[in-house]
C-alpha cells in the first residue's frame, strides 16, 4: 500500500506561481518504492482530468496538453517524492490537484490540495 499526502496548495493570483509536493510512503512488506507518480486535478463541477506522471525509470514528465510549457514535474525517487512547479497559473488551473502512486499494479490516491487562481 502507498499513502500519499500532498502539501503546497494555496491562493494566488494569475501569472503567479506555486509548487506542490507530494510525499509517498511505501507501506508495503517489499519497501521497493514506488513505480509511477503523477497528478490530476479536478475542478468543481466538472471530471477529474489528467495532468502528468513521472515514471520512476525516466528522468522527465508526461504532460497533458492544457497545461504543458506551464508545469513541470521533478522526482525524488528515493524519497518518494513528486513535485510539481506551476508556472504562470491561470484561473482555469483553479482545481484540487490530487496525486497518485503505483505500486504493484495498483494506484494509490491522496487527498489532494486546493489550488486557486483568481483574475
Known amino acids: 500500500q502507498v499513502q500519499l499526502v500532498e502539501s503546497g496548495g494555496g491562493l494566488v493570483q494569475a501569472g503567479g506561481s506555486l509548487r506542490l509536493s507530494c510525499v509517498g510512503s511505501d507501506r508495503s512488506s517489499e519497501n521497493n518504492g514506488i513505480d509511477s507518480m503523477g497528478w490530476f486535478r479536478q475542478a468543481p463541477g466538472k471530471e477529474q482530468e489528467f495532468v502528468g506522471i513521472?515514471?520512476?525509470?525516466?528522468?522527465?514528465?508526461h504532460y497533458a496538453d492544457s497545461v504543458q510549457g506551464r508545469f513541470t514535474m521533478s522526482r525524488d525517487s528515493s524519497k518518494n517524492t513528486l513535485y510539481l512547479q506551476m508556472d504562470n497559473l491561470q484561473p482555469e488551473d483553479t482545481a484540487k490537484y490530487i496525486c497518485c502512486g503505483d505500486q504493484h499494479d495498483m494506484r494509490s490516491w491522496g487527498r489532494g490540495t486546493k489550488v486557486t487562481v483568481s483574475s
Open positions: 513521472f515514471r520512476r525509470a525516466e528522468n522527465f514528465g
